[in-house]
């Protein structure tokens, strides 16, 4: 077998470069060292010794977080993928020689990121950051929410009931506790039932980026986090939402705090929508599925929206990384247009 040689390597990349790797656009357009400051403070406070083996630099494990919610990877998979794919190894500054991240690793650092909850502060300075460099929230702002599957738990009926009122069943071991996800929750979707989780967000018209979001157990109804999702800061005072949000506690809300609502209206068998209201909903929906196109996107990419982990906590972890992933994706689409 004939050993790769500098030109053979360099040829390989300039095909996947033709190819349209996004990738090396996104090296390109971020500055990945915004984030340092956050993500060193996590590693400064859980360091005790220098002793032992220097750990991996905080933007290259980020980095690899960004990769794992990009494309729905688990720990596992994702080392292997950064092993095997020479576009992931050159996004991160690996070279064939260099040491990888294992999954145990890579585990760890999000944990931390976790138990700090500074997904959530590393979501909003990048946010910071659009809005300083020509990316403010313009044209309104859009609310929905998505469900995001967890797998199904193996419950009895009494233990689900127990789970239901906040308890833990007595007779579970510490190790099967470590195994539930206790905060779970099934709701129903357009007659189908849903176990997991809800991602709520707000973005804005003009750039599609998500400007706000919060996750709930899946049974929490749109409504109730409406108005902790609201931007003030968006030029217009527009906002539109889906029938979910449409009660008139929501109307007068938005009315008292100066917004201009655009709420789907829904019928019922007493009471028909009209058809000025039919084409008013109508009307509302082509700038309503923006929304839907984010959702669309990370599914797409993504394979599928599930979280594996266990907890509420981590779901909120998960789910934040996805969301900041797709914004930093979208920043790269927007600042190469």
């Known amino acids: 077998m004939m050993q790769a040689g500098l030109f053979d390597w360099q040829t390989r990349f300039e095909q996947l470069d033709n190819g349209g790797n996004p990738l090396v656009k996104l090296n390109e357009v971020v500055n ?96 910071r950051f659009l809005r300083a460099n020509g990316f403010t929230a313009k044209k309104g702002q859009i609310v929905d929410a998505s469900i995001v599957a967890a797998p199904r738990q193996r419950n009895s009926r009494d233990e689900n009931k127990q789970i239901k009122d906040g308890q833990v069943p007595e007779d579970w071991t510490d190790n099967k506790k470590r195994q539930k996800d206790t905060d779970a929750r099934w709701t129903q979707k357009n007659g189908k039932n849903h176990y997991g989780y809800k991602n709520h967000i707000e973005i804005d018209v003009e750039h599609k980026l998500i400007r706000e979001y919060e996750v709930t157990p899946a049974s929490t109804h749109d409504s109730q986090v409406f108005e902790k999702l609201l931007d003030e800061a968006n030029t217009r005072r527009d906002v539109w939402a889906d029938s979910a949000y449409g009660g008139q506690a929501h109307r007068e809300l938005l009315s008292e705090r100066g917004f201009r609502g655009h709420l789907q209206r829904k019928g019922c068998r007493h009471k028909k929508l009209t058809e000025r209201e039919k084409q008013g909903n109508h009307t509302r929906s082509k700038i309503r599925s923006r929304v839907e196109h984010i959702f669309g996107v990370q599914a797409q990419r993504a394979g599928s929206l599930i979280v594996r982990t266990i907890g509420l906590i981590r779901a909120k972890a998960k789910i934040g990384l996805r969301n900041l992933a797709y914004n930093i994706d979208r920043y790269r689409l927007l600042a190469t247009r």
Request: overall charge negative; charged content about 35%; proline content about 2%.
């Open 32 to 127: 990945w060292e915004l984030f340092r400051t956050d993500l060193e403070a996590v590693r400064d406070k859980d360091r005790k010794s220098n002793a032992g083996r220097k750990p991996f630099d905080v933007i290259l494990m980020f980095k690899i977080l960004i990769l794992q919610s990009l494309y729905n990877l688990s720990d596992d998979q994702l080392e292997f993928q950064i092993r095997d794919r020479l576009s992931f190894m050159r996004f991160l500054g690996l070279g064939l020689g260099d040491t990888v991240p294992d999954a145990k690793t890579i585990w760890l650092f999000r944990e931390q990121l976790t138990e700090a909850e500074l997904i959530k502060t590393i979501f909003d300075r990048f946010d």
